[in-house]
């Protein structure tokens, strides 16, 4: 298994301790580039892949954890952006294990 199939298994999950860091990581690997908005943006982010699909949130602080609403949000923006296949696949062996 690959650390992109093992971070989105992870992030499906939806754990409590999902840190900016592997977020970063794992939209990284499905083509995303972080694009921050001015020297002045802050902890808001936002995340384009090559099909301008941009993902917006906020960096937490002072923990690196993300908030559980984030993470349900991140699910949903993949499938919106068609990783509804790999989001589909992982719950099933999931559910199997």
Do not use: C
């Amino acid at each position: 298994m690959s650390k992109r199939e093992k971070l989105l298994k992870r992030l499906l999950s939806k754990p409590k301790d999902f840190t900016f860091d592997e977020l970063k990581t794992l939209l990284s690997s499905l083509g995303y580039e972080e694009n921050n908005a001015g020297k002045t943006s802050g902890s808001a982010k936002r995340f384009i892949n090559e099909k301008k699909h941009i993902i917006r949130l906020h960096k937490p602080h002072p923990s690196p954890i993300l908030k559980t609403y984030v993470i349900n949000m991140l699910i949903d923006e993949l499938k919106k952006e068609g990783f509804n296949w790999w989001i589909m696949h992982w719950n099933t062996k999931a559910t199997q294990e």
